[in-house]
């Protein structure tokens, strides 16, 4: 799972946020499942600067393409926003290779 969290607050501790998710959410698969959720890996470091946000949502939505799971991004059902269309995101990502 790829996700983009954006906090609106100086003070708030994205990486406790990321901490107690996966804790959480990875106790409850583990519960149902039997076997663990995640695995190790680490966490991107704050992405700071807003141009370079096209580019990684771009990443995230091209991720079932290099996985071979479909030809278009389009295809896959399982990506999204709760803020943005998906038609909206695609313009963002756009947008941000026209400034490149």
């Known amino acids: 799972m790829h996700l983009i969290v ?17 804790q959480r959410s990875g106790h409850a698969f583990k519960q149902v499942c039997g076997r663990r959720l995640w695995q190790e890996s680490l966490l991107r470091p704050t992405v700071r600067n807003v141009q370079e946000l096209p580019a990684l949502v771009e990443y ?12 278009d991004p389009v295809d896959y ?14 313009e963002f990502v756009m947008s941000g290779r026209r400034r490149r």
């Open 77 to 90: 059902p399982y990506w999204g926003s709760e803020r943005c269309s998906r038609e909206e995101l695609l």
């Open 60 to 71: 995230m939505i091209r991720n079932p393409v290099r996985a071979r799971i479909v030809e």
């Open 6 to 22: 954006i906090a609106h607050a100086a003070d708030t501790d994205l990486r406790e946020f990321v901490r107690l998710a996966k």
